[in-house]
C-alpha cells in the first residue's frame, strides 16, 4: 500500500509493505483460544478463521445479549511517516463512540432485525451473548485532526490502513464460548483522499461487511 502527502510544493510517497504469512496474528490467536475452548474449525469461513461447538445445537438458541464492543485489547499499529508527523495515532473516546455506533448499528440490522435473534439482556438456556473485540488498527497516514496534521496539507492513500476484529459468542447460563470469528479487513483500496469523513465511511462499510457475513455464517451453520 502507499500514501502520498501534499503539503506546499513538497511531494513524498511512501511505501507500506506488510508480511505474507499463511496464517496471521490474529488467526494463530484465535485458533489457540478455539482448541482450549474445545471448538472447532469451520470449513469455508466466510471470514478468516471461524469456529464453533461441536457438540453444541447452536440453532438452538435464540436470544441474543450483544454486549458493548471491547476497546481493551486494542493495538494500534502507526504507520511509518516522514519526521514532521511525530504524533502517535491515538484511539480517542470519539473514536470509540463511532466505532460503537457503527456495531450496534449492523449488529441490530444483520443479527436482530433481520429475525435471526431476539434481542435480550437476560440468561437463559436459549441466549447468547456476543462479545466483539477490537484487535487491531493499522492506519496508512496520520490521524486527520491538529495534533496529526498541524500543518494545512492534503493525504492521498491507497485505502485506509486495515482493522481486526473478533466476535465470541457465549451461553449465557455457563459463559461457554460456543462460537468464535476472527477477520482483518482493508479500509478501502482505492486512491482517495484521506480525512476524517472518507475514514469514517470506511469503518461504517466494515462493520456493514463484517456482520453482514456473520449472519451469513450462522445461518450456514449444520443444525
Known amino acids: 500500500m502507499k500514501h502520498i502527502i501534499l503539503s506546499g510544493l513538497a511531494l513524498t510517497v511512501i511505501v507500506a509493505l506488510g508480511g505474507c504469512g499463511v496464517t496471521k496474528g490474529h488467526e494463530k490467536e ?14 469455508k ?3 478468516d478463521a471461524v469456529y464453533q461447538a461441536p457438540s453444541v445445537r447452536l ?5 441474543l445479549n450483544i454486549a458493548n464492543l471491547d476497546f481493551s485489547q486494542t ?5 511509518k511517516s516522514p519526521p514532521f508527523f511525530d504524533q502517535k495515532w491515538e484511539l480517542d473516546d470519539k ?16 443479527l436482530l432485525g433481520s429475525g435471526l435473534f431476539i434481542a435480550s439482556t437476560e440468561s437463559a438456556s436459549d441466549i447468547l451473548i456476543l462479545r466483539a473485540k477490537v484487535l487491531e488498527i493499522a ?16 493525504v492521498y492513500s491507497e485505502g485506509f490502513g486495515r482493522m481486526t476484529v473478533a466476535f465470541e459468542f457465549y451461553d ?9 470469528a476472527t477477520d482483518e479487513h482493508d479500509l478501502g483500496k482505492i486512491w482517495e483522499k484521506n480525512d476524517r469523513v472518507q ?3 470506511q469503518v461504517r462499510l466494515a462493520f456493514d461487511y463484517w456482520l453482514a457475513a456473520l449472519k451469513k455464517q450462522w445461518e450456514k451453520l449444520p443444525d
Request: hydrophobic share 35%.
Open 30 to 43: 484465535a485458533k489457540m483460544q478455539a482448541e482450549q475452548a474445545g471448538l472447532v474449525s469451520v470449513s
Open 59 to 63: 440453532h438452538s438458541y435464540k436470544k
Open 139 to 154: 492506519p496508512l497516514a496520520s490521524k486527520d485532526d491538529l495534533k496529526g496534521r498541524p500543518t494545512l496539507m492534503d
Open 172 to 180: 449465557s447460563v455457563s459463559n461457554k464460548l460456543v462460537f468464535a
Open 95 to 110: 473514536d470509540r463512540a463511532y466505532y460503537q455506533e457503527r456495531f450496534s448499528t449492523a449488529a441490530g440490522r444483520e
Open 45 to 47: 469461513p466466510r471470514l
Open 75 to 79: 493495538k494500534i499499529i502507526n504507520p
Open 199 to 201: 475514514t469514517a465511511m
